[in-house]
């Protein structure tokens, strides 16, 4: 398909809008369906037409046709929630016998379906580390099917070098796949740099309210795409209607918001610097962070995701800076329109490269609200660590 050379923000508010399909109005139809009526007898079977709800309707077609203006890529396939679209990819790509190398960073809920699932399946993961770059070559082996990348991590924000890591899988044909739920497929490009197969939990800045859980695995060519789709086939997973609409909703408005909530965040991750409670702001658009070259190389912008490391203390001062906050809430998920602060150190899990702070690691997902009140929120939180 040609490159559309319109801009991104006019790509995302055109996507998925065929009028034809929508009965003359703005937005797709969205049906509530499972069964299609057929026709013709030489329809019912076969692959070349629809025959079933689970295959997507229109709302689900629009719904692809905005990531991919906003992503790149050939296709797309949706899943019931982000972490399903990063056990789908996982299980398109892995065999028997096989073996899956993943980040050490990654999403923990991943890691337990490695170790679990896929252990259970005959497949084998090892752990590496995510700085590791182009010496994951000596990793690959024969069985190694599927190279997985998540970058930044989204608890420990390590930037990987996406392209290293690319070039060496496809060099020994092991197929990439990424998560890459931090850019929002808007500040990352992962097709443009090799990777195979890119996860979208479309929870996090496309449905943008905390409101609705929907993933999507993003596909670099047809035939990643044919395999991701018919894997869903195969496990039978759909996405519910008014699902896809709320996330296709929150999509035409995800460039602005992110923009704002981005702003915000660096503001704030700035202010954090600076503070003696702090012994580390872990942001890759900081030039403290580790990875800031690889960031600035890569990336066209930082989403509002961030974390921090704060100066060993009490557990009942870090009690009450947590249960204290006024417009700071506590919660696991990121991405809405509301700011989240949530404490890390005990869902850390590292066997590749350790671990080594001492303070707790806080994760701020930065929202809508005025970054000044949320300073002012986070000024009197630090003031009860004293
Ligand atoms: C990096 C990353 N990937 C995937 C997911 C899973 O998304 P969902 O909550 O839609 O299952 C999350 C959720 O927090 C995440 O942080």
Not at 58 to 80: D, F, Q, R, W
Not at 361 to 366: C, E, K, M, P, Q
Request: hydrophobic share 45%.
């Amino acid at each position: 398909m040609a490159k559309d050379p319109r801009r991104i923000e006019t790509r995302v508010a055109q996507a998925g809008r065929d009028h034809a399909r929508s009965d003359g109005a703005v937005n797709p139809p969205v049906h509530h369906a499972s069964t299609l009526i057929i026709d013709h007898v030489e329809d019912l079977y076969g692959e070349a037409k629809r025959t079933y709800a689970l295959d997507g309707m229109s709302v689900h077609e629009a719904l692809k046709e905005a990531l991919i203006a906003v992503e790149g890529g050939a296709g797309a396939t949706l899943a019931p929630s982000g972490l399903a679209a990063c056990t789908l990819a996982l299980l398109a790509c892995v065999r028997e016998g096989g073996e899956a190398l993943v980040t050490d960073s990654v999403y923990k809920p991943t890691r337990r379906f490695c170790d679990r699932m896929l252990k259970r399946l005959g497949v084998r993961t090892r752990y590496y580390d995510p700085g590791i770059g182009a010496g994951i070559a000596e990793l690959i082996t024969d069985a190694t099917c599927a190279v997985f990348l998540e970058s930044p991590g989204s608890l420990t924000f390590e930037v990987q070098d996406v392209p290293a890591i690319a070039a060496a899988a496809r060099a020994r044909d092991a197929a990439t796949i990424i998560d890459n739920t931090w850019s929002a497929g808007v500040y990352f490009k992962p097709f443009a740099h090799g990777i195979d197969l890119s996860i979208q939990a479309l929870t996090k800045y496309q449905g943008g309210h905390s409101d609705l859980l929907v993933g999507a695995v993003l596909a670099r060519s047809k035939d990643w795409q044919a395999r991701v789709f018919a894997a869903a086939k195969e496990l039978g997973l759909g996405v519910a209607p008014d699902d896809a609409y709320l996330a296709l909703r929150g999509m035409r408005t995800m460039l602005a918001r992110l923009s704002q909530q981005s702003a915000s965040a660096l503001k704030i991750a700035q202010w954090l610097e600076t503070r003696a409670e702090v012994a580390r702001v872990i942001h890759p658009a900081l030039e403290s962070h580790r990875d800031h070259a690889l960031w600035r190389r890569d990336f066209s912008g930082a989403s509002a995701l961030f974390g921090f490391v704060l100066r060993p203390c009490a557990p009942e001062k870090l009690k009450a800076m947590l249960e204290g906050f006024s417009v700071l809430k506590m919660g696991f998920s990121w991405g809405g329109y509301e700011s989240l602060i949530v404490p890390c150190s005990e869902q850390l899990v590292r066997t590749a490269r350790p671990w080594r702070e001492e303070g707790e690691l806080i994760r701020l997902s930065v929202g809508l609200e005025h970054p000044d009140d949320l300073l002012a929120d986070l000024e009197a939180g630090l003031a009860r660590l004293a």
